[in-house]
Nanobody
Framework: QVQLVESGGGLVQAGGSLRLSCAAS????????MGWFRQAPGKEREFVAA????????YYAASVKGRFTISGDNAKNTVYLQMNSLKPEDTAVYYC?????????????????WGQGTQVTVSS
């Protein structure tokens, strides 16, 4: 069984920074990409960022581009999300995910493994 565990969430003031981490454990697997999604109360889960291991190309949602940076280690199935210049609208539960089927995707349904989520709250 594969487990993804996120950490690093918390409460921060607008303009501040947080760094989320996600580490895999359990059964060994080789992911083609890992990503971050978020879900605010009453809203659907939305894509935030993803990194394709083959060439380490990163993709970002327009709402976070220039403020968030995704990085990681594919050998360890570990991914990070550095979040700068945080805004109240970034408040959500953040989930990491891994896909073994697709090289790069922004669709939640294409991801095979998910973490339990970590809360990020940005106060104004």
């Amino acid at each position: 069984q594969v487990q993804l565990v996120e950490s690093g969430g918390g409460l921060v003031q607008a303009g501040g920074s947080l760094r989320l981490s996600c580490a895999a454990s359990g059964r060994t697997f080789s992911s083609s990409a890992m990503g971050w999604f978020r879900q605010a109360p009453g809203k659907e889960r939305e894509f935030v960022a993803a990194i394709r291991w083959r060439d380490r190309i990163a993709y970002y949602a327009a709402s976070v581009k220039g403020r968030f940076t995704i990085s990681g280690d594919n050998a360890k199935n570990t991914v990070y999300l550095q979040m700068n210049s945080l805004k109240p609208e970034d408040t959500a539960v953040y989930y990491c995910a891994a896909t073994i089927r697709v090289l790069m995707t922004v669709q939640p349904s294409d991801y095979d493994y998910w973490g339990q989520g970590t809360q990020v709250t940005v106060s104004s």
